[in-house]
């Protein structure tokens, strides 16, 4: 007798973003018509594992979902932190793991997806992660597929931006996604040649800010392009615990960083201002072909890892190579912005502030 076909379950878990049906087409066309296994798709993310909600997929399921952003799966958030207070929902996914005779588990994710990969990793089940997110911030991988969509997107609303400013002599801010980590502003700010970008891990001064766009009206410039990344901070907010932060944060009137950061302009200077959120544009529409590929890549090497029982690792893109790294060494960690960033040093070489001290 042969081998046993090898059944494989895929979720996609956490906020949707472009390349999760590009990377899900990925290790299940090769898993299909390659490598001759069974392919089971949960819906709803980790929910759909819990409650049995899964249902097999076939060729036919990955026509035309290559251009298509968001998920065919359905997606869903399940906090790791309760979920390791709930053995019995841990339980429900071992269980229906068993119950659909899966060989491994296939998660697309970002931080929280590969936190709770690991953990059921470490309950014995055979887990392959592939990185999503358009912050950027999973730590193991150079990129992960969804951040150069968002990147498209968050640098076509600063070019559109751009001509408004200009016409109207304005200080332009532009909030964009990241609460822990500026990958995302920072790449679209370079890009779309941001006067000021503020994000997370380089602490601002608003002193620093205003004197940018007093510089540049100095040089005749009579417009000023602001981005924020929504988790930017001042540096006195930056001394703050975690807790202390969050309440303060509450006790604020604004509904978002992007308006926060525009008091705080105007409460020190005559500037017209304003503002905007292109908030969850940032995540929809379709993948950019640079996403396509690398979902691709991720999922096709994911699907040969399975074929040669190669568990327990999330595929990674490191210095333009394919590889993958135990998911113990990505867990619980985050991958912030360097303050010595080659994008930062260029951005410093462009005049651009980041709204620290010369």
């Not at 994710?109 to 911030?137: F, Y």
């Not at 544009?281 to 396509?292: H, K, V, W």
Request: charged letters at 20%.
């Amino acid at each position: 007798m042969g081998d046993k076909k090898k059944t494989i379950g895929i979720l996609t878990s956490g906020g949707d973003c472009p390349g999760l049906n590009a990377a899900i087409r990925g290790v299940a066309k090769p898993a299909l018509e390659i490598f001759g296994m069974k392919v089971i798709g949960f819906s709803n993310g980790y929910r759909g594992l819990m409650d049995g909600d899964g249902r097999e997929l076939f060729q036919s399921d990955m026509s035309g979902i290559l251009t298509v952003g968001g998920t065919i799966l359905g997606t869903s958030r399940e906090s790791f932190k309760k979920l390791r207070k709930s053995p019995e929902k841990v339980q429900m996914m071992i269980d229906n793991y068993n119950k659909f005779e899966l060989d491994c588990l296939v998660v697309l994710g970002g931080n929280g997806t590969h936190k709770t990969a690991n953990m059921l990793s470490q309950q014995g089940l055979n887990v392959i992660g592939l990185p999503k997110t358009i912050d950027n911030d999973l730590y193991g991988t150079d990129f992960t597929f969804g951040f150069h969509s968002a990147v498209d997107i968050a640098t076509s609303v600063i070019d559109r931006i751009h001509s408004t400013a200009q016409s109207h002599g304005r200080v332009m801010i532009i909030e964009l996604m990241g609460h822990d980590a500026g990958w995302l502003t920072l790449y679209a700010g370079i890009a779309g040649g941001a006067d000021v970008i503020l994000i997370p891990e380089l602490p601002y001064s608003i002193d620093r800010v205003i004197e940018k766009l007093h510089e540049r009206e100095n040089e005749g410039k009579k417009f000023s392009i602001v981005a924020v990344a929504e988790g930017a901070m001042t540096m006195d907010e930056a001394k703050m615990s975690s807790r202390e932060y969050k309440d303060y944060m509450s006790s604020l009137p604004y509904p978002s960083m992007g308006y926060k950061v525009a008091a705080e302009i105007s409460a020190k200077s005559s500037f017209e201002i304003r503002v905007t959120v292109p908030g969850y544009q940032q995540r929809g529409g379709q993948p950019s072909p640079y996403d396509r590929v690398l979902a691709t890549k991720f999922g096709t090497y994911a699907a040969e890892m399975i074929s040669r029982s190669d568990y327990g690792k999330m595929v990674s893109i490191s210095e333009n190579k394919l590889t993958a790294i135990p998911l113990s060494k990505v867990a619980g960690k985050l991958k912030l912005v360097p303050a010595d960033h080659r994008l930062i040093n260029a951005g410093r070489l462009l005049h651009t502030s980041f709204g620290q001290p010369r």
